[in-house]
């Protein structure tokens, strides 16, 4: 499903061509006007710009075209083979994402209608690396107007990406809980890549809360979180202690964001947290994933950005869970072993699970609001029935393609990334919190060469379709330069032994 949320930037498209002098101009812009005819066929939200850039003082106008139509991403087509210097100063001066792609041979004859745009886009990449610039070129950059109207559709949810991590705005309110060092990381990786930083006090965040007591609008979030989640499906005496919180939560957005276009948040949820607020804030976490805000567990900062970045790329809501658990062998007989298309084996397989944070829309039909079993352990009386350990959100998640992933920044600064694409499979676990059986080819082996050998903390983050290629393109154009993945069998990754 298309996620519509102001949270998430609308990406629109500006198409500027460019010509060499000594080609004519008039191919350029022909091609030009053939890919913007077939962009719109596609639905893309596009505008075409009519000045054509020949010369350093064609960018100036053609940018402020591109801008006075709303365009807040770029694309630059080389027509025929292109002029170097201006075409590198449209991505060095626009204000957003870019990408170049160009012209392939094949409308007119191959002496006054030959572009060799093939050989042009060369010189582009090479021009882009002396000025150091971010630009995305497609696998095969050279097409037909049809061709490169479907490279600039694919470019769409990696401008996405790009716009709204360099606009966004992280809230925390901390600090991390004891012993989840791996929620948290040098924020050095965010500045790096455009993200803005607002760290609070979980005092802060419970000084808000109170001031919302008896705020008029607590009403209709009721109304609304009983009607989301069906009668006989949540506690009602929790509804306006979580109403309360939700509105506290976007209040606080909208008052804290500053210069920032878009907010995600990572916030304290326990041990203090539930005691004082007389609640579990998963349901309500829940509830802003759903609208594209993302509010990770444990103040895990990076994995907030990693599900707004999925958030951008897939077009949809996201998840944070842990790398949980290993599937019983027994379970994995019953109900996996020669079960699928996919000849799953056992160690393919893993249990994702959280408290109870993910969106209702992505679990199975007898979801419902509980309680934290490991909280009520820890901090309610032995045998006393839950109070205010409630406030999850638990069920099965139901079965899907998924795209298992995380953005993180180690302990030098470095920020590195891995991506997976997998499955949710139809599976019963009979277990606690929102959870699921999840399957990605050879995940053994990625566990452990990748997840551990790499030192990446038990939280992923999980998009609802297949989106590695864009996670891939957007995560390099932000300049992440280790992004993993899960290697076939037949491709060893450094560290694996040969001989075992």
Sequence with gaps: MALKSPNIPDVKLGIVAVSRDCFPIELSERRRAAVAAAVAELGIDAVEVKKTVESEADVEPALAEAVAAGANALVVFLGNFGPETPETLLVQKFDGPAMCVAAAEGDGDLVNGRGDAYCGMLNCSYNLGMRHLAAHIPAYPVGTAAEVAQMIKDFVPVARVVIGVRNLKIITFGPRPQDFFACNAPIKGLYQIGVEI???????????????ANDPRIADVCA????EMGEGNYYPDLLERMAQFELTLLDWAEQHK????YVAFADKCWPAFPEEFGFEPCFVNSRLATRGIPVACEVDIYGALSEYIGMCASDDTVTLLDINNSVPASLYEEQ???KFEHDWKLTDTFMGFHCGNTPSCKLCADRAVKYQLIQHR??????SDPDFTRGTLEADIAPSEITFYRL???SDGVLRSYVAEGEVLPVTTCSFGGRGVFAIPEMGRFYRHVLIQKRYPHHGAVAFNHCGRVLFDALRFLGVEDIAYNQPKSLPYPTENPFA
Excluded: F, T, W
């Design 198 to 212: 607002e760290e609070n006090s979980e005092l802060d965040l419970l000084v808000a809360y109170k001031a919302h």
């Design 224 to 227: 609304d979180m009983a009607a």
């Design 258 to 261: 500053g210069a920032r276009k």
């Design 336 to 338: 996996i072993a020669g």
């Design 378 to 383: 820890l901090l309610e009386p032995a045998g």
């Design 408 to 410: 993180q920044c180690d």
